[in-house]
């Protein structure tokens, strides 16, 4: 936490140096992770940082500098680095700051429970997870990895135009990783669970649905190219999104003609089944805050409402540039980290059809599982993919055999048009950074390339 006098102090010196206005930009983390191998506690490790971050802003350019060594010596470091920096700014952007109410919430964010674990408690999870796993079939030969985390972070921002945020937060999770083998195929899968409190963790279900998951993977075969209906398992969709919606939906995207969409709303670009929004304060997420780290305050808001064209994600200087309100997505990677838009939490609304129905609703098709190679295969820009996947062939509406070694390729505008039906089981994923709340999906006529 910065001390009264010290973020004055800071504040004092950039005015004095030059800034018509500067803000102190304050995060502190706590990381603890534990795992198991082998019956064994393998690693752990509980780390702190701490830092902070200063922008000036002359004119409309911004400078940025950063120090996790707060004295005087490295103050005026901080000060005099941020203002050397807005000389060096040459973008077409106006800068400015954020100067609004006071936000100290950390009432929905923050429960405590994490740092009063005792430690005796995530060695036995772990421990309990990985003898869960390999008890769970005798196919399963192999557990590499049983882990257990958790995180506090508190933010704070203070600017010379009066705002004063802050908010503390906390959350954990589990994964497990399973190999499965029959003597022929030895083959991964791997589970997990979050929230916010460490009660509502499912460590001996999340290690059974890893083990089970590998298992069904064996004797998995690839299939005949072609042209095939497609159900989109619920943590695969929100896999999918997150590639591609902070790039469509960003102002700054738009703007620069870097999005596959454009700025008009009201526009048809999906099939009227599908609702996509930003839900900043959705109950159950690791990633939902009361404030972004302009310190606008959050809000809930349509992307895409029953197919149509709605809101995009806006930072100061992007909302500036199209004359409206931010909305409240400008987002860093800490301290050191320069703002990038981007969606708090990814949420689709829920259809009418359990996982079963919307397989149901396939006479042939696929159930995919898992996509390989979001970080190359996928090109937000455009909006193209050409993806690895797994998953099942499906029969009369009926899972019948494992799949592998099948391409999907298509774009996201067009898969989210081809939507015939949407699931209710939204599941929540791992937030790196950001969090999908999201359903299985039905989509037609998807170009699947297989071995043959």
Same mark, same amino acid.
Do not use: W
């Given at each position: ?13 950039? @005015?004095? %140096? !030059? ?5 102190? *930009?304050y995060r502190s983390s706590r990381s603890f @992770? ?15 940082? +701490? !830092? ?13 500098? /950063? ?46 429970? #994490? ?5 005796e408690e995530p060695l036995d999870t772990v ?20 882990? /257990?985390? *958790? ?14 945020? #802050? ?58 190219? !072609?042209? #095939? ?14 590639? /591609?919606?902070?790039?469509? /939906? $960003? ?47 959050? %809000?809930?808001? +349509? ?43 990814? @949420? ?21 599982? @898992? ?14 993919? $050409? ?14 055999? $494992? ?24 599941? *929540? ?24």
């Amino acid at each position: 936490m910065i001390h009264a006098d010290l973020k004055q102090k800071i504040l004092s010196l950039a @005015s004095r %140096r !030059g800034a018509e206005m500067s803000e102190i *930009f304050y995060r502190s983390s706590r990381s603890f @992770s534990i795992s198991a191998y082998n019956g064994k506690i393998e690693k752990s490790s509980d780390s702190i940082s +701490a !830092g902070i971050s200063l922008k000036t802003v002359r004119e409309g350019k911004a400078g940025f500098a /950063f120090t996790e060594v707060i004295d005087d010596t490295h103050l005026e470091t901080l000060v005099e680095s941020a203002i050397a920096n807005m000389a060096l700014n040459n973008s077409d952007y106006s800068e400015e700051l954020y100067a609004g109410a006071k936000i100290h919430d950390e009432s929905s964010y923050y429960s405590g429970l #994490y740092e009063q674990l005792p430690v005796e408690e995530p060695l036995d999870t772990v421990l309990e997870m990985e003898k869960t796993a390999r008890e769970c079939d005798p196919r399963v030969v192999l557990v590499p990895e049983s882990r /257990f985390g *958790f995180f506090v972070t508190e933010t704070h921002i203070y600017n010379t135009l009066g705002l004063e945020d #802050y908010y503390r937060e906390d959350g954990g999770y589990i994964f497990v990783v399973t190999v499965a083998s029959d003597g022929k195929q030895h083959k991964t899968s791997f589970a997990y669970d979050l929230a916010r409190k460490p009660e509502s963790l499912g460590h001996v279900e999340t290690a059974k649905r890893a083990a089970s998951e590998s298992v069904e993977k064996l004797g998995a075969e690839s299939l005949k190219s !072609g042209k #095939y209906d497609i159900v989109i398992r619920n943590d695969v969709f929100g896999s999918l999104l997150a590639t /591609f919606v902070p790039t469509m /939906f $960003s102002a700054e995207m738009v703007q620069r003609g870097l999005s596959p969409i454009k700025r008009s709303a009201d526009k048809p670009i999906a099939s009227d089944l599908v609702s996509i929004l930003d839900e900043p304060h959705l109950s159950g997420s690791l990633s939902s805050r009361p404030f972004d780290d302009q310190g606008v305050p959050t %809000r809930r808001k +349509a992307l895409i409402d029953k197919g149509l064209q709605k809101s995009l994600l806006y930072d100061l200087k992007t909302a500036r540039k199209d004359k409206v309100q931010p909305t409240g997505n400008a987002i860093k990677n800490g301290y050191k980290g320069q703002i990038q838009i981007s969606p708090i939490n990814i @949420s689709v609304e829920a259809g009418k059809y359990d996982l079963d129905e919307l397989l149901a609703k396939m006479d042939m098709g696929i159930l995919v599982t @898992s996509l390989e190679g979001l970080h190359s295969g996928a090109k937000p820009v455009s909006g193209e993919f $050409s993806l690895g996947a797994q998953g099942f062939l499906v029969e009369h509406g009926k899972k019948t055999r $494992s799949v592998e070694q099948i391409t999907l390729s298509s774009d996201i505008l067009s898969l989210l048009r081809h939507i015939q039906a949407v699931g209710t089981d939204r599941v *929540f994923s791992i937030p790196m950074p950001r969090t999908t709340f999201t359903p299985s999906v039905l989509i037609s006529n998807m170009d699947i390339a297989g071995s043959h």
